[in-house]
Nanobody
C-alpha cells in the first residue's frame, strides 16, 4: 500500500491550501481516510477523517469550520481543504487509511504546511 500526499507549502496567515493524498496498492472498500499532523516538538494529532461513503466526517475542534475533508473513491484520493490558516496550523500533515476510526492502518510520507504570521 502506498499513500502519496501533496499540496503542502508556505502560505501567509489567512490563506488557504488543499492537500491531496492518493492511495494505491489494494482495494480500499470500507476503508476510512483521514489526516493527522505533527508540529515540531509535539506528538502527532488527529485532524480530520471521512468514512468510505463520505457520509460521516470528523474534525478536531481547532480546525472545525476551517478545514473540510472530502474523498473521491474513483481515484482512491482524499482531500483536505484548509482555509483561514493560522501559524499554529504549521506542521507536517500525514494522510492515513484504515478500518478504524480515525484510520491508522496505513500512512503516507507527509507534506509540510507552513503558515507565516
Amino acid at each position: 500500500v502506498q499513500l502519496q500526499a501533496s499540496g503542502g507549502g508556505l502560505v501567509q496567515a489567512g490563506g488557504s491550501l488543499r492537500l491531496s493524498c492518493a492511495a494505491s496498492g489494494r482495494t480500499f472498500s470500507s476503508y476510512a481516510m483521514g489526516w493527522f499532523r505533527q508540529a515540531p516538538g509535539k506528538e502527532r494529532e488527529f485532524v480530520a477523517a471521512i468514512s468510505w461513503s463520505g457520509a460521516s466526517t470528523g474534525y478536531t475542534d481547532s480546525v472545525r469550520g476551517r478545514f473540510t475533508i472530502s474523498r473521491d473513491n474513483t481515484k482512491n484520493t482524499v482531500y483536505l481543504r484548509m482555509i483561514s490558516l493560522k501559524p499554529e496550523d504549521t506542521a507536517v500533515y500525514y494522510c492515513a487509511v484504515g478500518t478504524s476510526w480515525p484510520p491508522r492502518d496505513y500512512w503516507g510520507q507527509g507534506t509540510q504546511v507552513t503558515v507565516s504570521s
